[in-house]
């Protein structure tokens, strides 16, 4: 069956193919898991009117059959719904409210410390034409200016690894929230990873950490094309790949 292509709309860095947003990740993990084929159009926060057939401003934003759809968690549902017959991303209607849960979890616990170690590095890593709404918005968010927000990286870098406990814990017991497979509620999490991963150069966790070790079984998924995403101030890095619909054979490759 012929599948019409998804365009996404996705936060670039400095150069075209510096992807760091975590909800974008979230996006492009899930559309990797359905084996849906898509071509990636790089924004940036001065493209807004790129993305005025959605009504608001900001990404990750995909447009399928002429209709375009906003905020991860949106996109997430829309393509479990419209993509039914293929790997589902949640596993049932009381899997998307648990999934819901983990989502929120993320962005109001995660990656808000998170943010109080790589926010610097997340303005340097655009363009200068996009530094200063960055800049202005986010201390305007947290009451302080990006340099104070960053001053105690090692006590948040701290903190963020007891956070993940709760994923420690479940390691334990099973390879992925999602099971033996990982579903959305795991994307969820690796998108802030992600944003760690592309945008400094942070080490997060010991390798002797299990939560390492997920993290490095994400990073493999789908052909490791998220491990070899460009980072930041490495021009040497391999470009994204775009998944095509070949990918659906080895989608969920654990």
């Not at 559309?31 to 790089?42: D, M, Q, Y």
């Not at 924004?43 to 900001?58: I, V």
């Not at 968690?73 to 596993?91: M, S, V």
């Not at 007891?162 to 479940?170: S, Y």
Request: aromatic share 12%.
């Amino acid at each position: 069956m012929t599948i019409d292509s998804v365009e996404f709309f996705d936060l670039a860095g400095k150069s075209d193919d510096l992807r760091f947003s975590p909800h974008c990740w979230k996006t492009r993990m899930a559309l990797a898991h359905k084996g849906v084929p898509f071509s990636t159009i790089p924004w940036r926060y001065s493209d807004k009117k790129l993305l005025a057939f959605t009504g608001q401003g900001s990404v990750p934003v995909i447009r399928h059959k002429g209709k375009g759809i906003a905020d991860s968690w949106r996109i997430a549902l829309y393509l479990e719904d419209e993509f039914y017959d293929r790997q589902p991303l949640f596993g049932g209607s009381a899997a998307i409210a648990l999934t819901q849960f983990v989502n929120t979890w993320v962005d109001t616990v995660l990656i808000q410390t998170a943010a109080r170690i790589v926010m610097l590095d997340v303005h340097n890593a655009m363009l200068p034409r996009e530094q200063h709404y960055f800049r202005s918005t986010r201390e305007k968010r947290f009451g302080m200016t990006l340099e104070e927000l960053v001053s105690d990286k090692a006590a948040n870098l701290e903190k963020l690894r007891l956070e993940l406990a709760p994923l420690r814990n479940m390691r334990a017991k099973q390879p992925f929230l999602g099971g033996e497979r990982p579903m959305y509620a795991d994307y969820c999490i690796f998108g802030m990873f992600m944003w760690v991963r592309c945008s400094s150069d942070v080490t997060l966790l010991d390798p002797s950490d299990s939560v390492y070790q997920w993290n490095e079984e994400m990073l493999d998924l789908f052909n490791g094309f998220a491990r070899r995403a460009k980072h930041s101030g490495t021009p040497a890095a391999e470009c994204l790949v775009h998944t095509t619909i070949e990918d659906e054979d080895r989608r969920i490759a654990t």
